[in-house]
Nanobody
């Protein structure tokens, strides 16, 4: 009962910026954390940044100082501001959400469809 839709991807030159957005709908009140992951061709999906319902953030070392994750006041949208983009940032970026199921008392995970980010040299 959580739906995630990413937007904001595109093609930029190295050194440029993009802002990704992930709109969450459904049982938003039960989400404990959200994050951004990315997957480049031939590589495994990797964590980029996460933010908990309490506002605690975590970043991959490769993006620290360049990327910023945030949520709006209602915590129904998460953003990823990407500055000083590098060609190695090229990947499909996926939004992730974690929630606790009332029915099972277990954690559930949801994923968006992904948005392409391409950085040219």
């Amino acid at each position: 009962q959580v739906q995630l839709v990413e937007s904001g991807g595109g093609l930029v030159q190295a050194g440029g910026s993009l802002r990704l957005s992930c709109a969450a709908s459904g049982r938003i009140f039960s989400i404990s954390a959200m994050g951004w992951y990315r997957q480049a061709p031939g590589k495994q999906r990797e964590l980029v940044a996460t933010i908990t319902s309490g506002g605690s953030t975590n970043y991959a070392d490769s993006v620290k100082g360049r990327f910023t994750i945030s949520r709006d006041n209602a915590k129904n949208t998460v953003h990823l501001q990407m500055n000083s983009l590098k060609p190695e940032d090229t990947a499909v970026y996926y939004c992730n959400a974690e929630r606790f199921s009332i029915a099972t008392a277990r954690r559930e995970y949801y994923w968006g469809q992904g948005t392409q980010v391409t950085v040219s040299s």
